[in-house]
């Protein structure tokens, strides 16, 4: 007997099924010889039973499909159903399982946090917990599971899911590290940096560092916009240019800031958008620039000037192409030496604008200096204008050298110098007529010389004759006529032969002078103590009623012309002689000081002296200070002797007090 | 002594008045000659010029000024020096110049004396007779042919 449901195919082309038991009759030879099926339409019977089963293979197929692991246990932790993926991931075939309790998937140290998780659903309807899922070869999967209490068949249950939660817990942590390291760039950056709302531009976010820079409180930037931080000119611009930028990095350049105590940086801006707590924003890194633009605008200012000195440079200054001597670079003045315009210069051949007759060795000096013989290049040599004019310069250069040490280019400072070289030209003929103008000047001078002899030759002669006979007739008549003239007539011829007797001491002074004034210093070593001592005894001599104390240092020895100091001495102890003769003590001295380091002669006296008021006339020759009626002179003695103290080198000058003395201080060299 | 003749060599009449005067107020009666330069001084000693054919006796003092017109006391000096009838007369350079080279010419040439003239007509006096004193009476000259 078979019996089995067949499905069959009516004529309308549905299907239906049918119940159908086939029975067999069989004869003697154990053949079947007949067959009675009994059929019984089941088709409703099996649309039920199709449905069932569709219901159980779909919620196998859900469990399987599921992305986590699928559980349904007792309350007394016995596993009742669960999925694939269960055994799939825990390793445990469905046999192991079901001998298996819930906890036993856990460390035993997360056991009581998931049997409290498991108690709560029992408790509440529904809980959930995340722990390590422990396979069977030991790893622990991070896992999130819920439960849910349900009741099935009388018996009540905890049926829940578990997800693998390695990725999620590796997102969370990559976000928490991604959060940090912002925070970090953000809150540690030495550059100030804040978030700021595009729509309301308030300020989000600040950094300390822009705290420190712009000196307001985090509480007062949380409080502000971004134009608060802005000069009232560019918050227009700002504005625009926050609504038109679009790309979600941008380099904003250059702007001023102004920070809380007013004073205004140049920050260098780039910025990010972003979502900041669901708002766009964006996030804005300030770099203060203003010393970097400060250097930069003076390292501007710096090229600028030393590009109008290279410009304006009153010398050429000039680059050239070490290798083959053509020019590349050159200023104005260069042009104007060389007489051509820059355009002409360019590229041209230094050594073809140099004077044909000093190419040879110029080429030869460049080449030792570029070698490194020399350590630099100093020429002085002609340039041929392009007008054809010949002009002399002097170039200085130096070379600009590679790694090797191979010249590349040489600088040379390039100067006119054709006005000194025609000076020095003139000078060397100068020098080369000097002598014999020397020659035709001393023989003028000569002359000259010889004229000032003549001359005072003829003074000597001719003017005291006279001088005789004005002085010799009016004796003549005071002889012969004495009986014939009254008081007064005698006393008038007596003054006619006092003056021209004073007359001819001035004659004979001046002579002197001018003897003095043509005199060449012959020195040799002279014994000025013997010298001083020799005069003082003349004076003696001449005046032997007078009683003057003498002090005369002793070995003073000085390299002079003795016939000039001599006369010098006599002056000037003549003067001291002269004007002691009043006193009934007169003392002089003459001796030396050492004044810096100057050696001082001294001729000293305690005569009548004079007003130092009136020193600066001293030494001017017919100078005197005393009336004749007082002191006799001629005024002319002191213009001697400094005539002969300068002769020497030396200086002379005089310290005086009325009726105290006078000093005079000489030097002879 | 008093029949020795002195040549005074002058061109300044005034110095020629004082000079005659200074050797009265000495009381030199000696003759003075006068010559007023040094050619008439020359002409005198050697009978030339004017003197053609005088024969005067050589004087026993000769008073030279030294600036004289046309011939100067220097070169009277040296002829006088040069010729053998007069080179032993004494001669007495009489002059106003202190130059030291006229001094060092004069000798030089042979003068025998060198007397600046001084200013003071006193002075001049001591001079001329001290100058007479010794010359023409103290000193001694080789003979001369006169």
Not at chain 1, 124 to 153: C, H, M, Q, W
Request: charged fraction near 30%.
């Amino acid at each position: 007997m078979w019996h089995g449901e067949i499905k069959n195919r009516a004529k309308n082309g549905t299907y239906y099924w049918v119940d159908t038991t086939i029975v067999p009759f069989i004869n003697r030879n154990g053949k079947p010889y007949q067959y009675v099926a009994i059929r019984n339409d089941i088709t409703s019977r099996k649309k039920y039973e199709e449905s069932i089963i569709r219901e159980k293979k779909f919620n196998a197929d859900i469990l399987s499909a599921l992305p986590g692991i699928f559980y349904l246990f007792n309350e007394h932790g016995r596993f009742l159903r669960w999925n694939e993926n269960f055994e799939n991931v825990s390793g445990y075939s469905a046999l192991e399982i079901s001998k298996m309790s819930p906890t036993d998937f856990f460390r035993s140290s997360e056991r009581d946090y998931i049997r409290s998780r498991i108690q709560r659903v029992l408790d509440d309807g529904e809980s959930d917990a995340e722990a390590d899922f422990l396979t069977k070869d030991g790893n622990g999967i991070p896992y999130y599971f819920t439960g849910k209490r349900v009741e099935l068949d009388g018996e009540i249950c905890v049926t829940g899911m578990g997800i693998d939660v390695t990725q999620r817990k590796a997102a969370v942590d990559a976000l928490k590290d991604s959060e940090e390291r912002y925070r970090m760039l953000f809150e540690n950056n030495p550059y100030p940096m804040w978030v700021y709302d595009t729509q309301t531009l308030e300020f989000l976010d600040v950094n300390s560092a822009a705290i420190r820079k712009y000196g307001y409180r985090e509480d007062e930037f949380l409080s502000m916009k971004i134009t608060d931080i802005r000069p009232a000119e560019d918050i227009e611009i700002l504005t625009r240019n926050v609504k038109n930028t679009t790309s979600a990095l941008s380099h904003a350049g250059i702007w001023q800031h102004r920070l809380k105590n007013e004073s205004i940086i140049l920050a260098e801006i780039s910025s990010h958008e972003l979502t900041f707590d669901g708002r766009d924003a964006r996030l804005v890194l300030a770099h203060d620039v203003t010393e970097r633009e400060k250097a930069a605008e003076m390292v501007r200012e710096s090229e600028d000037r030393l590009r109008t000195m290279f410009d304006i440079a009153s010398v050429g200054i000039v680059q050239i192409d070490a290798r083959d001597g053509r020019l590349i670079l050159f200023n104005q003045k260069y042009c104007e030496i060389t007489g051509y315009s820059s355009e002409e210069l360019k590229g041209v051949d230094v050594f073809d604008i140099t004077h044909g007759d000093d190419r040879e060795n110029d080429r030869e000096m460049f080449r030792r200096a570029e070698r490194g013989d020399t350590p630099l290049y100093i020429n002085e040599k002609r340039y041929v204008r392009k007008d054809g004019e010949i002009r002399w310069v002097r170039v200085n250069a130096s070379f600009i050298r590679d790694g090797a040490g191979n010249a590349l280019r040489t600088m040379a400072v390039v100067e006119d110098v054709t006005e000194r070289k025609l000076a020095e030209k003139a000078i060397k003929e100068l020098n080369e007529t000097l002598e014999q103008r020397i020659r035709e000047r001393t023989i003028e001078l000569e002359a000259v010389n010889r004229e000032l002899e003549a001359f005072s030759y003829s003074v000597s002669h001719d003017l005291r004759a006279p001088l005789r006979s004005i002085d010799g007739f009016s004796q003549a008549i005071l002889e012969d006529c004495y009986g014939d003239l009254d008081e007064t007539g005698r006393d008038h011829l007596e003054r006619i032969r006092t003056a021209s007797r004073r007359m001819g001491r001035l004659i004979d002074d001046l002579l002197k002078l001018a003897r003095v004034t043509r005199s060449e210093v012959r020195r040799e070593l002279v014994d000025l103590s013997k010298l001083a001592e020799d005069i003082v005894r003349a004076f003696r001599e001449q005046e032997p009623d007078r009683e003057v104390t003498v002090a005369i240092d002793t070995d003073l020895n000085e390299k002079c012309d003795e016939r000039l100091v001599q006369i010098a001495l006599e002056n000037l102890i003549g003067n001291a002689w002269k004007f002691t003769s009043k006193r009934p003590e007169a003392a002089i001295r003459f001796g030396v000081v050492q004044n810096g380091h100057k050696k001082e002669y001294f001729v000293g006296d305690n005569g009548a002296g004079f007003d130092m008021a009136y020193a600066d006339k001293l030494f001017g020759a017919f100078q005197r200070l005393h009336r004749a009626d007082e002191f006799e002179g001629t005024g002319i003695g002191l213009a001697t002797v400094q005539r002969i103290v300068r002769l020497h080198g030396g200086q002379i000058r005089a310290e005086s007090e009325p009726d105290v003395g006078t000093t005079f201080y000489f030097s002879l060299s | 002594m008093a029949d020795k003749t002195i040549l005074l060599v002058e061109d300044n009449p005034d110095d020629v008045t004082l000079t005659i005067r200074a050797f009265e107020k000495n009381n030199v009666a000696n003759e003075v000659q006068v010559a007023r330069d040094g050619v008439e001084a020359l002409d005198f000693l050697f009978s030339r010029g004017s003197f053609e054919g005088a024969e005067n006796p050589l004087p026993h003092l000769i008073l030279l000024d030294l600036k004289l017109p046309r011939v100067n006391g220097l070169e009277v000096l040296r002829e006088i020096r040069s010729n053998k009838r007069t080179r032993y007369i004494p001669v007495v350079v009489l002059t106003s110049s202190s130059e030291e080279e006229d001094l060092v010419r004069s000798y030089d040439l042979g003068a025998n004396s060198y007397v600046q003239k001084p200013v003071d007509f006193n002075e001049f006096i001591e001079a001329t007779r001290q100058l007479g004193l010794f010359w023409l009476v103290l000193n001694r000259t080789p003979p001369v042919d006169r």
